[in-house]
């Protein structure tokens, strides 16, 4: 079987979402392609239809392209997978983003991203880039300069998930 390559055309995934996730692809093309295959693979191990997805705030559980400033933990379902590749910001008090494995068993690494929001496009790839597979689990950190519930930013990234799953949280 081959995975479904799926993109949303719904008025919250507009055309500059679209854009974003454009950019992605092209910057980061790696991580894209290693969605692909992990679909692929599981397609093929399980006879699954699969697709991948640019991340939504729906594969959380949310409802807005923002981030709150705080510790987000989220244990995947099995037969998905999650690859971060960069931020969109538009908040110039939003400064660094921490990375772990769990529930914050293993630190990975921070972004820093204070810089995102001075750059014109208001988006960038990030390096290292985590990859959390199905059932296995994440812990990240947002923070922000100035106390706030929310910061004006997004993570970029692609979700791996059964086509049966489009558009729907990812978490267990």
């Known amino acids: ?3 479904l390559l799926y993109e949303s055309t719904e008025l919250i995934f507009d ?14 093309p790696g991580a894209y392609e290693d969605a692909v295959a992990e679909a692929k ?7 699954i239809h699969m ?12 409802t807005e392209y923002k981030l709150p400033v705080a510790e987000t933990y989220a244990a995947l379902k099995e037969n998905v997978a999650f690859y971060p590749v960069g931020i969109f910001s538009n908040d110039p008090d ?10 914050k068993t293993e ?8 810089w995102v929001y001075q ?9 290292p880039q985590p990859v959390f597979k199905g059932g296995e689990s994440f812990t990240f950190l947002v923070h922000s300069e100035v106390p706030k519930e ?9 979700v791996v998930l059964p086509t049966t799953m489009k558009e729907t949280k990812i978490t267990r």
């Open 1 to 3: 079987m081959t995975p």
């Open 15 to 28: 055309r500059f979402f679209l854009k974003l996730y454009s950019f992605a692809r092209t910057y980061a």
């Open 41 to 47: 693979r599981i397609s093929e191990a399980k006879g």
């Open 51 to 62: 697709t991948v997805e640019g991340f939504k705030p729906v594969h959380l559980g949310w």
């Open 94 to 103: 939003f400064d660094y983003m921490s990375w772990w494995s769990g529930a």
């Open 107 to 114: 630190y990975l690494y921070d972004w820093f991203t204070k």
């Open 119 to 127: 750059k014109e496009e208001k988006q960038a790839i990030m390096t």
């Open 150 to 158: 929310k910061v004006d930013a997004w993570i970029l990234g692609y």
